[in-house]
């Protein structure tokens, strides 16, 4: 493959990852030409292997840096969603397929735990990272790499059309004045669609979160399978939505969505064409850890030293477009300009998501997919 096509296929792949579509694989890895076996190597390895979801990305320049400080290469091995990568890793229990894991967010967290895959391990560079991410402090089996917040994005011009005042908060969306208008992902298979539902539970609480979603429903709420259908096939702000003729101004995405659709337009616009509706969002966290089992166990405690450090911490928003959790990183003009600050997202504590997920997705695929 020629230097300028792989240029552009891993831009293409950037801007996937960057707004949660799986197609990363070959763009960030250092390693890319290992076998996605995960290799069999002893102590002596200089190979470190992190199992991620497919939305991974970091920048060769970063990679090679912990290789030079360090002494090991970095492979990626990409394995679907969060919640695929972490089913296959909770079935090889004990005979991993690498050494670090990273991708398991709050919403998933308790699952993880609760399965035994991590050996616990205090990372260098902790005491730097905000507490209130620190959501397994007391054993140290996981390490918060990245948070961002899923809410809902709106087009700008359709609303500036329609000289209707874009939506703000949960409250709003349910107003005859946005009927039809909004699609999100199905909480059974998107990691946005789930998270979008814990925000109305974090909203409304475990009594009032159905009574919401009958209103929505009614109100004309769409449900689609995936992030990448609801954002590039229906939702008419985005890129893809616009080439699709999308007809759904209103989609659950990310606070970082619109940074995205400067950065990768050409040319790129002095403002982005869609906002965030920042009464809708709910916080996500995601975490590595190292798999218990891991073959290579000390360049595993490297790894996880380096994922909070300031170098990987600044390298993350522009490549992934997340927020750093080290408080001295830096976040880029971009991602500062274009993106939405969050100051009161909704939360659920992982003790009650771990005890009320299943019954609270199934609950609301009663009433809202069926």
């Not at 011009?157 to 908060?169: C, E, H, I, N, T």
């Not at 969505?257 to 403002?271: F, G, I």
């Not at 997340?322 to 976040?331: F, G, H, Q, R, Y």
Request: hydrophobic residues 35%; aromatic residues 8%; glycine residues 10%.
């Amino acid at each position: 493959m020629s230097t300028t096509r792989r240029t552009k296929q891993c831009a293409t792949a950037a801007i996937a990852a960057a707004l949660g579509i799986t197609t990363l694989a070959g763009c960030g890895s250092s390693d890319s030409s290992d076998s996605a076996s995960g290799g069999t190597k002893g102590s002596g390895s200089k190979t470190v292997t992190l199992v991620s979801h497919d939305s991974f990305n970091a920048s060769a320049e970063v990679l090679k840096e912990f290789t030079a400080q360090t002494g090991y290469t970095v492979k990626v091995l990409k394995s679907g969603d969060a919640g695929t990568a972490l089913n296959q890793e909770i079935l090889t229990k004990g005979s991993p397929r690498g050494d670090v894991f990273f991708g398991v967010d709050n919403t998933l967290l308790s699952r993880a735990l609760g399965s035994g895959l991590f050996t616990p391990y205090e990372a260098k560079g902790l005491d730097q990272v905000a507490t209130d991410v620190q959501l397994d402090a007391a054993k140290h089996r996981v390490t918060p790499v990245d948070t961002g917040d899923i809410c809902i994005n709106y087009d700008k011009k359709y609303f500036a059309d329609k000289k209707l005042a874009p939506p703000q908060s949960f409250d709003d969306l349910a107003k005859p004045a946005y009927k039809n208008l909004l699609v999100t992902e199905n909480a059974q298979t998107s990691s946005p669609g789930l998270g979008f539902l814990l925000g109305t539970v974090g909203t409304y609480g475990e009594q009032g979160y159905q009574d919401y979603w009958k209103k929505l429903k009614s109100n004309g709420v769409k449900v689609v399978d995936s992030w990448e259908q609801a954002y590039n096939e229906e939702f008419s702000g985005s890129a893809g939505g616009k080439k699709a003729k999308a007809d759904r101004p209103l989609v659950v995405s990310y606070a970082s969505s619109p940074p995205v659709e400067v950065l990768y337009a050409k040319p790129q616009p002095t403002e982005a064409p869609t906002g965030v509706a920042t009464g809708t969002c709910f916080r996500q966290i995601e975490f590595a850890g190292l798999l218990d089992g891991a073959k290579n166990e000390a360049g595993g405690k490297a790894l996880l030293d380096f994922l909070i450090s300031k170098e990987f911490q600044e390298d993350m928003p522009l490549n992934m477009f997340v927020n750093p959790v080290t408080e001295s990183a830096k976040l880029p003009e971009l991602f500062t300009k274009f993106g939405a600050t969050v100051d009161s997202p909704a939360t659920v504590t992982p003790d009650s998501i771990a005890k009320n997920r299943e019954q609270w997705v199934q609950s609301w695929s009663s009433l809202v997919v069926k």
